[in-house]
């Protein structure tokens, strides 16, 4: 897994197992992060905007080594062999994701090739997750809630899976698999990193620890305009990316109030971010909330998120606390995403992403 935050590859060694396809335990028995380094990360963040398609030709590949390098690693460090796994499940780097809309349909592009996944690793790999459920007429995203569902499922009471990466996600799940519902809240660590980036020249790439936010103040005037982005008042099944808060949206705040101190403007983002945050959760009021992503190392962030929540008498918890690391918590969804694909059942929630119907997701490459 590599998301939006672009920071490096997230590797999760899972052990599953089913009693029904509906009705499984997962065990994950080992985690590395492979950071990318400064060029990489260039690289991506191209490929984000406007480039050649030989620059995305070729970082499909490159990707596709380094995601390969990534499984053998992981192997290397517990000891285990490519003959000892079943298969690779792959979500790739975002590049662009474009959400259908009443006018037209969407797509999403997924990169770092399967192929040569599979072929390096000798593994029979499942790639390319969201374009099915595109397909579907769906939005492509979330599509974590089927995993969060059988994993995190209490038939007594409604918990809430947040996710905080670039974008921040929620999966609302309800005693039953029909009434699960999850979306994009709209932005979580991407427009604050950007502020970042920007105001210390590239020099830091994000807000450790939330310090940056902790040391200055919010502005309430850009805050309450920032609230009115029409994307705030969708309602679900709804799905945002860089493509709408990324660069050039920071990059107009940083114009457009340039008498404002760079460390307020960093300092609201992050208000912005908590505030959209906490008021979706709270709007489904349930009894705990379950965090996970890198955004939870943002302690100013997570800070004014845990004091609304605490309002409404909701309980905040990190997922550490059921035996799954916050950095490996999605790629472990996408290994019950891949499971499903091998068992031909369906791995996505039309109720979550608006699809015509609930599909089998992903793309099997063999390794021969």
Do not use: W
Not at 77 to 106: E, N, R
Not at 306 to 315: E, R, T
Request: charged share 20%.
């Amino acid at each position: 897994m590599s998301g939006t935050s672009h920071d490096g590859i997230d590797s999760a060694l899972a052990e599953i197992r089913l009693a029904t396809i509906n009705d499984i335990s997962v065990k994950t028995l080992a985690h590395t992060h492979t950071p990318y380094t400064q060029s990489q990360k260039a690289d991506i963040r191209e490929a984000f905007g406007v480039c050649s398609s030989q620059h995305i030709c070729r970082l499909n590949f490159t990707l596709g080594n380094l995601f390969a390098d990534a499984a053998l690693a992981i192997l290397k460090a517990t000891g285990l062999h490519c003959s000892d796994i079943d298969a690779i499940s792959s979500h790739g780097q975002t590049i662009y994701h474009i959400p259908p809309d009443k006018h037209s349909l969407g797509s999403t592009l997924q990169i770092a090739d399967s192929s040569v996944i599979a072929y390096k690793t000798g593994i029979l790999t499942i790639s390319d997750f969201r374009t099915k459920d595109m397909a579907a007429m769906g939005h492509g995203a979330p599509l974590v809630p089927l995993a969060d569902y059988l994993m995190f499922c209490d038939k007594t009471q409604t918990r809430i899976l947040l996710n905080i990466g670039g974008m921040a996600n929620i999966t609302v799940v309800k005693p039953s698999m029909e009434e699960t519902i999850a979306f994009d809240t709209g932005p979580g660590n991407a427009l604050i990193d950007e502020a970042v980036r920007i105001y210390t020249n590239g020099k830091l790439q994000f807000d450790a620890l939330g310090e940056i936010a902790k040391a200055a103040k919010p502005s309430d005037s850009i805050l309450d305009e920032l609230l009115k982005h029409p994307y705030f008042k969708k309602s679900p099944p709804k799905s945002t990316g860089r493509e709408t808060f990324g660069n050039a949206y920071v990059e107009d705040i940083f114009k457009r109030y340039s008498n404002i101190s760079p460390k307020d403007i960093i300092c609201t983002l992050t208000h912005l971010s908590a505030y959209t945050i906490a008021e979706a959760i709270i709007r489904h009021n349930p009894s705990e909330v379950i965090a996970s992503g890198g955004g939870i190392k943002n302690r100013a962030l997570m800070e004014l998120i845990n004091n609304a929540l605490a309002k409404k008498h909701i309980a905040l918890n990190y997922i550490d606390k059921y035996g799954i690391t916050s950095e490996s918590k999605e790629a472990v969804c996408f290994a019950v995403l891949g499971c499903r694909t091998l068992n031909m059942v369906h791995g996505n929630l039309k109720n979550c992403t608006g699809a015509k119907d609930n599909v089998v997701l992903g793309k099997i490459t063999f390794p021969m």
